[in-house]
């Protein structure tokens, strides 16, 4: 039994249920837990611990939660959770740009069962929660290591928070000064999507930059974009494709030039951990992502951390509070005058923290760059196997090394055969592997897909993918309707594109499902 | 049952590979024949067909005899329903009226057709926007905005909509130039009209980036133009649907194939001239607001020549307010935005980085050149 030890594939079949919404399990008056009935003294002292509040946030009905016993909820949940794949189930090569490498155990069995962490409430006095300031005040020190900036904040829930976190600090620092012509943020268009959207957010016009021929953002574009009305430059490198900008400081000395701040988006820093710093390129402002970077998982929208840092002359307008050291205890400072304020409640998400300061405990600053290392020679290996699969194009910087990720293009295939990459994506399914990442809008490459073998994966996992890849281009030359017929073997099968699209038909609570379906 | 409409004009793109620069006209025809040049149109038909063959069962396809459908679809392994006949080696634009009338009349659900912007006008002519239509590209000329990017794309995305999974049509240009000027070295094109096309998936995003759709873009950019009108200074609205989404928004009437003139939100003259233009513009302070025309992103120079060099310099190259949807212009690249305004001086003047503004206070840098 087992994969195929010559093809390297899997015979691989995913549960399908026809499970219900959790609501519709309902059944009125059935319980998960039977919650204990306070004693006779507690009763005394508080009531009945809700008549303290004013009436108007006092519910006059019961909410309409789901009535289920804890076995079926159970059920319910590991029924779903095998409709899905993730990187504890497949090799999680497939979301590029995500960086989705191994999240160790540990780290999360700490975060959610350690007392000291589950039983902080973040109002409690900070004297009393000192080993938890200390880690955020470690952390911060490592990561100015890392990117030789000055100061960090943890406030941002996620990456694209941190970087309209950034955009805010720079409207701030220029507003500070006095200068409210600077009106204008560029970026570039395989920088992520939120370094034009958050921006814009905040009040910025964005301007982006296009690849020129190689693959780079066009420099003489930038330059005719710069001016006195120029805010700041929001950009990534490597960018999605994988390349990193040589010239990357020509970019930033003309931007420097004319008097705007310079932000780094390193959300994805797998490639230069230890190898290349923010401080070093020029920039004013980066942010890494905790749950990318630095192995805590990404919470599926969940809990995460978008880690902004900066250079000392941006440090007023940091969010507060800010967490301080003064030799002898940790402090939670707010007296910053000029910040923007808070971005989140609080201080964060602080178990992203905790799992980033365990995970750069057990690596070292020899560990860090290793990573690096190994998620780039495991990038060019793995490149090196697609680009003979037939039908695939690998757009600019041709015999050019990547770093971390590539950006790979089916347009060959497309042409040849009609199968392009949703057909493509669908199919890998079949074998087992997650759905892989195509691009962000707009599909500049087209037919695109990218994929991203950080440093957790071995030869092994790399050659398993690759095969799995290849077998699908061979069914393609050979059989096209068959992998537009795919999946075959999975939970769901081909969801049409408009009925995805369409806000209509999307609910993301029972009440709006309910609402839109008129059935209350 | 879906119905499927098939056009092909079978001499499409002779001219074109022995350098005649198109194929309308008998005479022009005749002489690409002497010239030795091959039909290349029902080559490219049957590669589009083909992408058609694993859907047949759902659909019916429509079609005139011999070269002009029957021959293409049967090479492709399809069944066609024949409606109407030709002379065989001697079909003109008369029978591509006819049988796109005759299609419509047998209420096709899409019309595919492949040609050249010839072929694109002769489909306008005779049926208008009324039925969705998808261009197989074979022409020499392509100016039009009405084809796929292949012949394959073509076929998918006729099956795709035709299973309703590209539900949505836009507004594509048919332009054409004139043959016997261009064969004289003048470029002299003309915008025809609109025909409707379905949106191909090409460059439509994937379900995971969650992007704004475009006509949400270009309500955008049409916000943001009007937002920073000026007070006292003439607008001149160049045609296309894009530059119509400003006029539609402040409500104005509006010439989508001319040239509008508005002044403090209220039109001074639709479908103007040139000479009416220069007159009106006076010494008045002005804008000028274009989009990317046809497929091959001419901003000035094609079907929009009311805007000619004396009014564009009389406006200021600083003046010039260039509007697009970033899906226009990544479908563009790498290659320039192109100014062809018939004066080379002019041309060069205004090549170099533009802001095009592609949404609410979002642009992006591209390159004109001439």
């Known amino acids: 039994m087992g994969r195929d030890p010559q093809t390297l594939l899997r015979k691989f079949h995913q549960a399908r249920w026809d499970e219900p919404i959790i609501f519709e399990l309902s059944v009125p008056g059935e319980r998960g837990i039977l919650v204990p009935q306070a004693e006779p003294e507690v009763v005394q002292e508080v009531g009945n611990g809700v008549g303290v509040l004013p009436g108007f946030l006092q519910r006059k009905k019961a909410p309409a939660l789901p009535e289920v016993n804890q076995m079926r909820v159970n059920r319910h949940y590991y029924h779903l959770s095998q409709e899905t794949l993730g990187t504890d189930v497949t090799i999680d090569i497939s979301q590029g740009t995500c960086t989705m490498k191994y999240s160790p155990k540990v780290q999360e069995h700490i975060a959610s069962r350690h007392p000291g962490i589950t039983e902080v409430h973040p109002l409690q006095d900070p004297c009393t929660m000192q080993g938890i300031l200390e880690i955020y005040y470690k952390v911060e020190q490592f990561l100015k290591e890392v990117s030789g900036l000055d100061y960090f904040t943890f406030q941002p829930g996620g990456g694209a928070h941190a970087v309209f976190t950034n955009a805010s600090i720079i409207r701030a620092y220029h507003e500070a000064r006095g200068d409210r012509k600077r009106t204008e943020i560029i970026t570039t268009m395989f920088s992520h999507p939120c370094d034009a959207a958050t921006p814009n957010t905040v009040g910025f016009k964005v301007i982006t930059l296009m690849p020129d021929e190689s693959g780079y953002p066009d420099l003489e574009a930038m330059k005719a974009a710069l001016s006195e009305r120029t805010a700041g430059i929001m950009i990534t490198n490597p960018e999605d494709t994988g390349i990193y900008n040589p010239r990357i400081e020509e970019y930033v000395r003309a931007a420097h030039a004319v008097g705007a701040i310079c932000s780094y988006d390193q959300a994805n820093a797998n490639a230069v951990l230890g190898i290349a710093r923010a401080r070093e390129a020029g920039f004013d402002l980066c942010h890494f992502n905790l749950h990318k970077t630095f192995s805590a998982p990404h919470g599926s929208m969940g809990p995460a951390t978008g880690a902004t840092g900066v250079k000392e002359f941006l440090a007023p307008y940091l969010p507060v509070p800010r967490v301080e050291y003064d030799g002898q205890k940790y402090h939670l400072n707010h007296n910053y005058p000029e910040s923007i304020g808070k971005v989140r409640s609080f201080f964060g998400n602080f178990n992203v923290v905790l799992k980033t300061y365990m995970w750069i405990m057990q690596h070292g600053a020899a560990g860090l760059k290793e990573a690096a290392i190994c998620s780039v020679l495991n990038n060019n290996y793995m490149q090196k196997k697609i680009a003979q699969i037939p039908g695939v194009v690998i757009r600019y910087a041709e015999g050019k090394r990547r770093l971390e990720q590539v950006r790979y293009s089916w347009e060959k295939l497309y042409e040849d055969t009609g199968c392009g990459t949703d057909d493509v994506n669908r199919r890998l399914v079949d074998f087992g592997i997650e759905h892989y990442w195509t691009s962000h809008h707009p599909w500049v490459v087209p037919e695109p897909f990218t994929l991203e073998p950080c440093e957790s994966y071995n030869k092994d996992d790399i050659d398993e993918y690759v095969a799995v890849l290849k077998e699908i281009s061979r069914e393609a030359y050979e059989d096209p309707e068959f992998v537009k017929g795919a999946p075959y073997n999975a939970a769901s099968h081909k969801p049409l594109h408009p009925a995805i699209d369409d806000p209509e038909l999307i609910f993301v609570s029972w009440r709006q499902y309910q609402k839109k379906k008129g059935s209350k | ?370």
């Open chain 2, 1 to 370: 049952m879906k119905k499927l409409g098939l056009i092909v004009n079978p001499v499409a793109g002779m001219g074109g590979r022995v350098g005649l620069k198109g194929s309308d006209g008998i005479e022009i025809l005749e002489k690409a024949r002497q010239m030795g040049a091959q039909p290349e149109s029902p080559r490219r038909a049957v590669e589009a067909l083909k992408a058609i063959t694993s859907a047949v069962k759902d659909i019916e396809i429509l079609t005139y005899s011999h070269e002009m459908g029957e021959d293409e679809a049967r090479e492709a392994g399809l069944n066609p329903k024949v409606i109407g006949t030709i002379e065989s080696g001697a079909t003109t634009p008369e029978d591509t009226i006819r049988a796109a009338r005759d299609m419509k009349e047998q209420k096709v659900d899409l019309l595919l057709f492949a040609g050249g912007d010839g072929t694109a006008r002769n489909i306008y002519a005779a049926i208008g926007p009324s039925i969705p239509v998808l261009g197989i590209p074979a022409g020499v000329k392509i100016h039009s905005a009405v084809y796929a990017i292949n012949p394959r794309s073509a076929g998918e995305a006729a099956v795709l909509y035709l299973q309703g999974q590209a539900v949505n049509i836009r507004e594509a240009e048919v332009m054409d130039i004139d043959e016997e000027a261009f064969r004289a070295g003048r470029v002299s094109a003309k915008l025809y009209g609109y025909l409707r096309v379905p949106e191909l998936k090409k460059f439509v995003q994937s379900v995971k980036s969650g992007a704004r759709s475009e006509k949400a873009e270009l309500e955008g950019m049409a916000a943001y133009v009007i937002a920073n009108m000026e007070p006292n200074v003439l607008y001149i609205i160049g045609p296309g649907t894009t530059t119509r989404s400003i006029m539609e928004q402040l409500d104005l009437p509006n010439t989508l194939l001319g040239v509008d003139v508005i002044l403090n939100r209220q039109v001074v003259a639709n479908d103007v001239g040139e000479e009416e233009l220069y007159r009106i513009l006076g010494n008045h302070p002005a804008k000028i607001v274009v989009t990317a025309i046809g497929g091959q992103g001419h901003v000035f120079g094609r079907g929009n020549q009311q805007i000619s060099p004396r009014v564009i310099g009389k406006v200021g190259k600083d003046n010039i307010i260039v509007v697009a949807s970033k899906d226009k212009l990544v479908a563009l690249q790498p290659s320039p935005l192109l100014v062809d305004t018939g004066d080379p001086e002019l041309d060069r003047e205004l090549s170099g980085y533009v802001r095009v503004i592609t949404g609410w206070e979002d642009m992006v840098m591209y390159r004109i050149s001439s």
